[in-house]
């Protein structure tokens, strides 16, 4: 089983790794100090690990980025009980922030609404775990409306108040006010990964694990 665990390890951060070079970044890791405490502020809704740690890990994605997945299975093996890097996210807290990449992925902007909707009703680290499971199918639907449907039943929904918020001009606004908040801070591509407020240029995973492991 733990050299299963390791095999598996080891796939992730290959793919992880070959991916993200497709999706490498260019620019500065240096932002102002009014955009890196924003980065730095957690929204309870999408904070996983450990919401009151003293360091924060902030990172913006897309749910249609082939590396935002593998940054996603990459990232839960930290969270296994049997898992060396389980201190890390005692640490840490992890913030999610959109970054729709509404030019190349159809649906970047009604999964990241979709997500949010699911925010309200606590149930945003299911929707994004199944959006990434997913991932393959979003190039093949013509319409994604009634894959939505379906999500929304599958994880027990208020199926009403779920399509309502999905239209809800705030959480469109949040979502929109997070991809500004991105490009403001130089992100360009996903996943793009802040460490207390800093930029991690050119990322690649055991650079992440290395940069967490020195918290």
């Known amino acids: 089983m ?8 080891l796939g992730l951060v ?4 070959g991916l993200f070079g497709v999706y490498k970044l260019i620019g500065s890791g240096s932002v102002d100090a009014d955009t890196a405490k924003k980065l730095v502020e957690r ?28 940054f996603d299975d990459y990232l ?4 296994a009980t049997n898992s060396p890097q389980l201190p890390i996210t005692k640490k840490t ?9 509404y030019q190349i992925h159809q649906y970047a902007y009604p999964l990241a609404y979709a997500a949010e909707a699911a925010a ?6 299911e929707i994004t775990k199944r959006f990434f499971a997913d991932q393959s199918q979003f190039g093949t639907m013509a ?28 959480i469109q606004q949040v979502v929109q006010d997070e991809l500004q908040l991105g490009e403001s801070a130089g ?14 240029e050119n990322l690649a995973p055991l650079d992440l694990l290395n940069a967490l492991k020195k918290l």
């Open 2 to 9: 733990k050299k299963q665990i390791v095999y598996s390890l």
């Open 120 to 125: 309200r009703q606590g149930k945003f680290a």
């Open 43 to 70: 929204i309870p809704s999408r904070t996983m690990w450990n919401k009151n740690a003293p360091h924060t890990l902030t990172v913006f994605s897309d749910f249609e980025c082939p590396a935002c997945k593998a």
């Open 14 to 17: 290959v793919l992880f790794g």
């Open 143 to 170: 319409n994604i409306k009634p894959y939505l449907v379906t999500v929304a039943k599958d994880l027990s929904l208020n199926a009403t108040q779920f399509q309502k918020d999905m239209n809800d001009p705030k």
């Open 187 to 200: 992100v360009n591509a996903t996943p793009t990964f802040f460490l207390d407020g800093q930029k991690l």
């Open 76 to 79: 839960q093996t930290f969270e």
């Open 93 to 101: 807290a992890l913030v999610f922030r959109y970054f729709p990449l």
